[in-house]
Every structure is written in structure tokens, then in C-alpha cells.
């Protein structure tokens, strides 16, 4: 796709259920990140992707998140046992070596938890 | 831990009017990122800065990278309606994948 799309764009779930959020990069960008972001204020890194691997999962808040990359595409960021601390939205974006620094972002899924 | 503060926190000014949002670290970064976030959306980069001293001027926007490459300023000229956004500023480090986002800077310009 031309842009970073991200799906689904608005998810409210009950406190205590697992939700899956999805990251399609731009086509042929390796490196991919994950960010969350509460009520309109900085970003806070969650977890960086070069290629399928996860050098760095420090940003992951507790172990009921987790994310996976397949195939150097698509990435998923699940949470488990949903808390409603856990409302926020969440951006992925990636980039290109080649490109420079320059990360593209997707439009985010906002997620609410009841 | 580096960290990033952006001041001020909300800035709420008339069109025309100047204004001047900044960007402070204890913590010296290889390049420094700027960002403007609309509602609903990604954040997108307006421009990166890399070596100490630079000043990057977009038309009525104008960038600047501290010598000591701790801070950066971003100030915009006779701000107009549409510059209405949250500015987010990024550090970088080189060699690194990871970009430390600011507390950002949510401006609204009236008409």
C-alpha cells in the first residue's frame, strides 16, 4: 500500500480480554515500530522490529503484551488480559534504512478498555 | 534515561502571530526529529536536524539544533489556522534504531 495502515482503527474491549492489534507496513520497509500514546501526549516506545526479529522489547510494559512480525511484513501487538491503564492509542510505523531516519506513521487504533 | 521536555505544554494564539516551541534534553542526540500530529492521525515528519548549530527553514517554519546537540527550537511565523497540530520532538542516537519522543506541544491557532 502507499501509506502505513493499521487495523482496527477503533477497538473497545472489557477489562480482562485479549485484543489483537494489526500493523501493515510500507512494502519493503524492514524496520517496523510500535508506540503508545495516552490522551495526546508523546509517544512511548513499546517495541522496534528489524526484519521478523525484536532486538528490543524493553519498551513492552508488562508481559501481557507481546508482538510478533511475520514474513517482514505484517505485525501484530496483542495484550492480554485487557486493564483499563491499557487505553490508549497505538501507532506503528516503519522505515527504510535506505530511506534515512524518517519513520512513517500509521493513523493508530485507538483502544478503549470498560 | 534520556528524556525529552517540550515547553510549552498548550499554546493557544491568534493567526499572525509569531510563536516559538522548544525542545530540552540533559542527553546529547545524533540527529533531532520534528514532528506535527492532527487528530485522528500519525504523527509526520517535518524535518530532521543533525548537526549542532543547524538552523532548516520550511517556509514559515524554522528549525533549529543547539551546538551542544541537547535542544532544539521550532518556531513558526505569522501562524496561520492550518499549523493547528501536536509538535512532537524525537531524538535519535547514532547507531541506534530508537528515536525518544518529546511530551509534545499541542498548539491551537484562532482565526
Known amino acids: 500500500g502507499a501509506g502505513v495502515s493499521q487495523s482496527p482503527s477503533n477497538k473497545v474491549t472489557e477489562k480482562g480480554k485479549d485484543v489483537e492489534l494489526r500493523c501493515d507496513p510500507i512494502s519493503g520497509h524492514t524496520a517496523l515500530y510500535w508506540y503508545r500514546q495516552s490522551l495526546g501526549q508523546g509517544l512511548e516506545f513499546l517495541i522496534y522490529?528489524?526484519?521478523?526479529?525484536?532486538?528490543?522489547k524493553s519498551g513492552l510494559p508488562s508481559d501481557r503484551f507481546s508482538a510478533e512480525r511475520t514474513g517482514g511484513s505484517v505485525s501484530t501487538l496483542t495484550i492480554q488480559r485487557t486493564q483499563q491503564e491499557d487505553s490508549a492509542v497505538y501507532l506503528c510505523?516503519?522505515?527504510?534504512?535506505?530511506?534515512?531516519?524518517?519513520?512513517?506513521f500509521g493513523p493508530g487504533t485507538r483502544l478503549t478498555v470498560l | 534515561t534520556q528524556l525529552l521536555e517540550q515547553s510549552p505544554q498548550f499554546l493557544s494564539i491568534q493567526e499572525g502571530e509569531n510563536l516559538t516551541v522548544y525542545c530540552n534534553s540533559s542527553?546529547?542526540?545524533?540527529?533531532l526529529q520534528w514532528y506535527r500530529q492532527e487528530p485522528g492521525e500519525g504523527p509526520v515528519l517535518l524535518v530532521t536536524v543533525v548537526t549542532g548549530g543547524e538552523v532548516k527553514k520550511l517556509k514559515r517554519l524554522t528549525f533549529q539544533f543547539g551546538d551542544a546537540r541537547k535542544d532544539s527550537s521550532l518556531h513558526i511565523t505569522a501562524a496561520q489556522p492550518g499549523d493547528t497540530g501536536l509538535y512532537l520532538c524525537?531524538?535519535?542516537?547514532?547507531?541506534?534504531?530508537?528515536?525518544?519522543f518529546g511530551t509534545g506541544t499541542r498548539l491551537k491557532v484562532l482565526a
Open positions: 510505523a516503519s522505515s527504510s534504512p535506505a530511506g534515512g531516519p524518517e519513520q512513517f
Open positions: 542527553s546529547v542526540f545524533s540527529s
Open positions: 522490529f528489524q526484519g521478523n526479529s525484536a532486538p528490543d
Open positions: 524525537a531524538g535519535g542516537t547514532s547507531g541506534t534504531y530508537k528515536y525518544i
